[in-house]
């Protein structure tokens, strides 16, 4: 269904319960007015013929008869009927001869018993009233009935108007209601159609605002789809320079493989000569291999949490694993541990992940350090912040400009430093798995200094 029929539907459905509840309580206080207002009447006419009747000998049935008939007019088809303490019918007066109706006893004996008289109830279309009259010498069951014609016109005339005027409102209703979808969702087809156009090609595009105030609800759909258009744009240009420089990366040693074979097949060489050409084709490979295992990583990296191995972990254990691996990586690398500062208690150094993605982190950050260290060393301190673990890197190599700091860990960028060996996708990959364990990295680097890498990991049970 329609998103503008279901609006139009929902409206017209709060219109009518609206409708309903003021037309039916129009309704029912005019007809307990109406109730009100003729027994206050009947009551009246009951109280005056009490009145009459309990003056014994001074007043004759025959002259109360003549003062009901005179006042008949407000009340038409009026019948006033007492009955005594037995019950027998001691007086009686009717517009009409023929119209004198039959009173149930229990009636009667409902209107004796009535804690706060009159005891109403309708009597052949009429509305009747019986009422208790007592004085210091009798007591009566005064039954008085009549046809309410004014006020039962006034009724018919009420229900009329109220239903023509329920019918109208809901006719308005369903037209007001679907003006109003429309309306409605007028800017929302509009950025729906402003959407559809824009594709990979034309990610510059945005979609224009349509609200008439900053903190409306279409200017806030529209900002935000403006910015996820910035951050698809953002990323389909890095996804570009990523292909770009790893397409550069990986063809650099093919070409290189591929050139020394085809010149060592021009001509006959000596044995000397073929080992040189595959020592450097080799040298190429290992170079090549090495990329393609740091793409595969960036690649796992890159997914999301859901899809890697996490287990409850000890944070030193995997910094224990450094000083034996950094040296395998390059002989003139070395690393020294400084825990000096641990907390007493062992949970504090607990945290949940993937053990092989935290330790390529950490180790990629240190050789990182060691390659642009003058000394080749870089120096790990583990500490406790709160509910944080706080991981330092420092080297003491010639810093890094402030505007590069958030730079370096674009993949393959590289800085002014061409002389050091590498790819460019060391710290990127190392931002990417930290991220994945809701981490961050910091940055701290003054130069000719030195810099510090800050990794902070929430420790196991840490709240968020």
């Known amino acids: 269904m329609p998103v503008k029929i279901r609006i139009t539907l929902l409206f017209t459905l709060l219109v009518v319960g609206i409708l309903s509840l003021v037309c039916g309580s129009a309704y029912y206080f005019s007809y ?52 005594d303490e037995q019950g027998r019918r001691i007086y009686w007066s009717t517009d009409y001869a023929t119209d004198t109706p039959h009173i149930d006893r229990a009636i009667l004996v409902q209107a004796r018993q009535e804690k706060t008289p009159p005891y109403y109830f309708t009597l052949n279309d009429k509305d009747a009233i019986a009422y208790t009259y007592k004085d210091e010498h009798v007591s009566y069951v005064i039954v008085a009935s009549a046809y309410d ?28 209601g679907y003006l109003f979808s429309i309306s409605l969702l007028y800017p929302l087809r509009r950025i729906a159609d402003e959407a559809g156009e824009i594709s990979a090609r034309n990610l510059t595009r945005r979609i224009r605002s349509t609200g008439t105030h900053p903190n409306d609800e279409w200017h806030h759909l529209s900002d935000t789809l403006n910015r996820l258009l ?13 292909i770009a420089n790893a397409s550069h990366e990986l063809s650099t040693p093919l070409t290189s493989i591929s050139s020394q074979l085809e010149v060592a097949l021009q001509r006959t060489r000596t044995v000397d000569e073929y080992r040189q050409v595959i020592q450097s084709a080799y040298q190429d490979a290992r170079q090549l291999g090495k990329l393609t295992q740091t793409l595969l990583e960036f690649a796992r990296a890159s997914g999301t949490a859901s899809g890697i191995e996490i287990d409850l972990i000890r944070i030193d254990e995997i910094l224990l694993r450094l000083p034996g691996e950094i040296p395998r990586m390059n002989t003139l690398f070395s690393v020294t541990l400084d825990f000096d500062r641990l907390p007493e208690a062992e949970e504090e ?32 301190r583990l500490s406790v912040e709160g509910q944080e673990i706080r991981i330092a890197v420092e080297d003491k190599g010639r810093g890094i400009p402030r505007e590069e700091w958030e730079r370096i860990f674009q993949p393959f960028y590289r800085t002014e430093d061409g002389f050091v060996s ?21 940055v701290d680097s003054a130069l000719g200094k030195g810099s510090t890498f800050v990794l902070r990991l929430p420790m196991a049970g840490a709240p968020g």
């Not at 009100?36 to 000998?57: E, H, M, P, V, Y």
């Not at 006042?71 to 009927?81: L, N």
């Not at 993937?354 to 790990?380: M, P, Q």
């Open 32 to 83: 307990t007015n109406r109730i009100k207002d003729i027994q206050t009447r009947l009551t009246n006419r009951a109280i005056t013929t009490g009145r009459l009747l309990s003056q014994g000998g001074i007043v004759d049935q025959a002259f109360i008869r003549k003062i009901d008939a005179s006042t008949s007019v407000a009340m038409k088809e009026k019948v006033v009927q007492v009955y």
């Open 149 to 176: 014609e004014s006020g039962k016109e006034k009724m018919r005339h009420l229900r009329l108007v109220l239903t023509l005027s329920f019918i109208g409102g809901i006719l308005s209703s369903v037209i007001g």
């Open 230 to 242: 910035d951050r698809l744009q953002e990323s389909f240009e890095i996804q570009g320079r990523f």
């Open 349 to 380: 150094l607990l945290v949940f992940g993937n053990e092989g993605l935290l330790f390529t982190a950490i180790r990629n950050i240190v050789i990182n350090a060691c390659k642009y260290s003058d000394d080749h060393h870089a120096t790990v």
């Open 422 to 442: 590498g790819h460019g996708l060391g710290l990127s990959l190392s931002r990417r798995i930290i991220q994945l364990h809701k981490g961050r990295i910091e």
